[in-house]
């Protein structure tokens, strides 16, 4: 008997939804796409996924639903959106989730699944999902994939006992293998997010700060050591929290940021079009964990102060 594919359904569909969606119902999943103000362009042109790796790749006629009460039950919900509305997108979730659902957060930064969990039915798998991806949203429909696309899948919380949170975490991590993508199956969530942390914070918030993407940032003296600093900061305060982190992990990830395409960050985006950063997942949850465990992070806490005076002057437009 031939074995029918899990049901998928996206919650967010902007860049990251939107490659990801994209790509496995290229890889024949059975992909429902959560639309708001992209719907009528989505079910008019479908997606679009100007890829500098795979070509450009189109999907159309898309299954696209402005209203979450129009999705079929969904097995899998990979939730794209950012977590500055985490309170909004849980009764959505809730609504869109299958009895025993894999809900897979597709989030930057530290606990964002934590301060989810409480808002989610208790029969629901919560996994973390740490995107390794260079893209960004071009116009409505359309995201730029410039490079990577790997995807790191580690289980929170739920009702499933260790052997089985192993089969769900290899099922999610075969499901994303089958579209070309590379998958890794990780035991702990928190020190993957520490360790993404360390690129994360410093080139998204000095992206803004300083108006540059990652080319310019590197090729100048200053910005570079200001970035291998902040770096650095967040390593110390990953393992004061008792997380080990690779040894001259800050100096690797410069290198290898020189070798990918000019990019300018998620953050640099949201500051651009003038919408809430994600400054406390960033930014607030490392200072406050690394204070508890008696690490001090100067540089980075001068960077939230400088965001958050960036961020209240345009919302105050």
């Known amino acids: 008997m031939q074995q029918v594919k899990p049901r998928i359904g996206i919650i967010g569909t902007g860049a990251i939804g939107g490659f990801y969606g994209l790509m496995l119902a290229r890889a024949g999943h059975d992909v429902h796409f959560l639309l708001r103000s992209e719907y009528p362009a989505v079910r008019e042109h479908g997606i679009t996924v100007e890829s500098r790796v795979h070509g450009e790749l189109n999907l159309h006629p ?20 950012k977590s500055t509305s985490n309170e909004s997108l849980a009764p959505l979730i809730a609504r869109a989730a299958a009895p025993g659902a894999r809900v897979v957060l597709l989030q930057n930064g530290l606990n964002n699944e934590q301060q989810l969990r409480e808002l989610l039915p208790a029969d629901l798998h919560l996994i973390g999902g740490l995107c390794y991806v260079c893209l960004y949203r071009k116009a409505p429909g359309v995201v730029v994939h410039q490079d990577n696309g790997m995807i790191d899948l580690a289980y929170h919380s739920g009702p499933a ?13 075969a499901m994303f293998r089958e579209t070309g993508l590379k ?135």
């Open 183 to 317: 998958a890794r199956e990780m035991g702990g969530l928190d020190s993957a997010r520490w360790q993404k942390l360390i690129w994360n914070a410093p080139f998204n918030g000095v992206s803004v700060i300083l108006n540059a993407g990652t080319q310019a940032l590197l090729a100048n003296e200053s910005s570079r050591q200001l970035i291998r600093e902040l770096m650095q900061e967040v390593v110390n305060a990953a393992e004061a929290c008792g997380h080990s982190m690779p040894e001259a992990l800050a100096d690797k990830l410069l290198i290898g940021t020189q070798r990918i395409p000019d990019y300018l960050p998620s953050m640099y985006h949201d500051w651009l079009h003038k919408r809430p950063m994600e400054l406390d997942a960033l930014y607030g949850e490392a200072l406050k964990l690394g204070a508890e465990a008696g690490c001090s992070m100067p540089r980075t806490e001068a960077l939230l102060q400088m965001l958050r005076f960036v961020e209240a002057g345009y919302l105050a437009e």
């Open 161 to 173: 006992a260790e052997a089985e949170r192993q089969e769900i975490i290899s099922a999610g991590a």
């Open 62 to 81: 898309v299954q696209a639903y402005a209203d979450v009460a129009e999705m079929p039950p969904c097995d899998w919900l990979l939730v794209g959106a």
